[in-house]
């Protein structure tokens, strides 16, 4: 069983719509999490982390965090085409050297 | 700039042969990883290391070997051992906000 899971998508939204992207994680112990996006062909830049629970948001993206159904969501408002790439979640394993576990990634297309 | 830089950007390995992949960092960051990516797929960690001179096993590191004598350097050598070496490969550090920051990607083709 994949220790964090994502819907590999592709996620198709018209532009200015809200994308939902979303993730599972199969550790409890499990604090930190963190979503990168990836664009054809170059190396994954973070976006957001959050470590608690509830909403953290920063400019048109918004991180939620459900510990207690293990779910990790990413929203990204007023969406752009400049937002077309691949969502990678990440999940930080405890008492592991700042090990993170990735997701397989959401492939995310807007269109104009 | 502080940053990370991976060399090179394309490797092209024949069949039997070894190579090493660089990454370099000036960001005073005590922890560096390697991580693999295929197509469509995540990343996958071979090695990391959190102190000079110390390096754990990752889920994948059959083929591969590390080491880490400086701690701005963390070059991965991809064996002849490594049956299916052509991949994506992210080398990232850690800062103090326990975030993973990521090099630009050695992409590295079998001929």
């Known amino acids: 069983q994949k220790e964090v899971e994502q819907n590999s998508g592709p996620l198709s939204v018209p532009e200015g719509a809200i994308a939902s992207l979303n993730c599972t994680y199969s550790?409890?112990?499990?604090?930190?999490f963190f979503w990168y996006r990836q664009y054809s062909g170059k190396s994954p830049e973070l976006i957001m982390f959050?470590?608690?629970?509830g909403d953290k948001e920063d400019g048109r993206f918004t991180a939620q965090l459900n510990k207690a159904s293990q779910y990790v969501s990413l929203l990204i408002r007023d969406s752009q085409p400049s937002d077309s790439a691949t969502y990678l979640c990440?999940?930080?394993?405890?008492?592991?050297?700042?090990?993170?576990?990735f997701g397989q990634g959401t492939e995310l297309s807007v269109k104009p | 700039d502080g940053g990370i830089t991976q060399s090179p950007k394309y490797l092209f390995r024949k069949e039997g042969q070894n190579v090493t992949l660089s990454c370099e960092q000036n960001?005073?960051?005590?922890?560096m990883y390697w991580y693999r990516q295929d197509p469509g797929q995540g990343l996958r960690l071979i090695y990391y290391?959190?102190?000079?001179?110390?390096?754990q096993k990752g889920d994948i590191a059959e083929g591969y070997s590390v080491s880490r004598e400086k701690k701005e350097s963390f070059p991965l050598t991809v064996t002849s051992a490594q049956k299916n070496p052509t991949a994506f490969y992210l080398c990232?550090?850690?800062?103090?906000?326990?975030?993973?920051?990521f090099g630009p990607g050695t992409r590295l083709t079998v001929l």
């Open positions: 990440a999940v930080k394993i405890p008492n592991q050297g700042g090990k993170l576990i």
């Open positions: 550790d409890r112990g499990s604090q930190s």
């Open positions: 959050i470590y608690s629970n």
């Open positions: 960001l005073n960051h005590d922890a």
């Open positions: 290391s959190q102190i000079v001179n110390d390096f």
């Open positions: 990232a550090s850690i800062g103090s906000t326990d975030t993973q920051y």
